[in-house]
């Protein structure tokens, strides 16, 4: 009887985990490459960085979803350029980009809990409310940590921050839509990633 208990919520290996882990840091690293919209002089690019962070917390879940963007950053911190534009290094702490970069493992860890609590009982029209998981996170982590950021860097008051800010809304909506579609296919194709 225990024996058939613990195989119906098998959970998956450690080696499994740390592999999904790099595997997101990297798919986070090549949407962060790819061709980056100029937003004026603000000096922060609209790439797909944003939808790749989100798609990582909700496939992945809080724990894995953070260290997965945690190692991206710690990789592109170290040199490596996988930064928007090539950047890397610790010169992006000097960039306008910094508070938007740093928000991003918390935002993953946000997206992902909310979902994996979501994805606990069936629901209809499950992309959306993946999407709304991932929405919130960046509202409340990502936009707020970008504000911060472009304040401090270019020496903007906050309602200036705020406003170029509102800027990048339109795209993070629609990416976190996707990302809220992608994440919805992966769980019902791959059920046991939530078994972490």
């Known amino acids: ?83 928007a534009g090539g950047a890397g290094g610790l010169g992006v702490f000097a960039k306008p980009s910094i508070g938007y970069l740093l928000s991003f493992p918390f935002a993953a860890a946000l997206a992902g809990f909310l979902a994996y609590r979501l994805l606990a009982t069936p629901r209809r029209a499950l992309w959306a409310w993946l999407a709304g998981a991932g929405l919130v996170a960046s509202f409340v982590l990502v936009h707020p940590a970008g504000i911060a950021g ?24 629609i990416k976190n839509l996707v990302a809220g579609f992608i994440a919805a296919q992966v769980h019902r194709a791959f059920p046991t990633l939530r078994r972490s």
């Open 1 to 83: 009887m225990a024996t058939n208990t613990t195989s119906s919520v098998r959970r998956t290996s450690p080696a499994t985990d740390l592999a999904l882990i790099a595997v997101f840091a990297g798919f986070v690293a090549a949407f962060a490459l790819t061709p980056a919209i100029p937003v004026g002089s603000l000096g922060v690019p609209i790439t797909l960085q944003t939808l790749a962070v989100a798609l990582t917390g909700l496939v992945l879940g809080p724990r894995r979803g953070f260290l997965a963007v945690l190692l991206y950053l710690v990789a592109g911190f170290a040199g490596l350029p996988i930064f």
């Open 150 to 173: 472009m304040a401090t860097i270019l020496h903007l008051d906050l309602g200036k921050a705020v406003l170029a800010d509102l800027l990048y809304w339109p795209g993070d909506v």
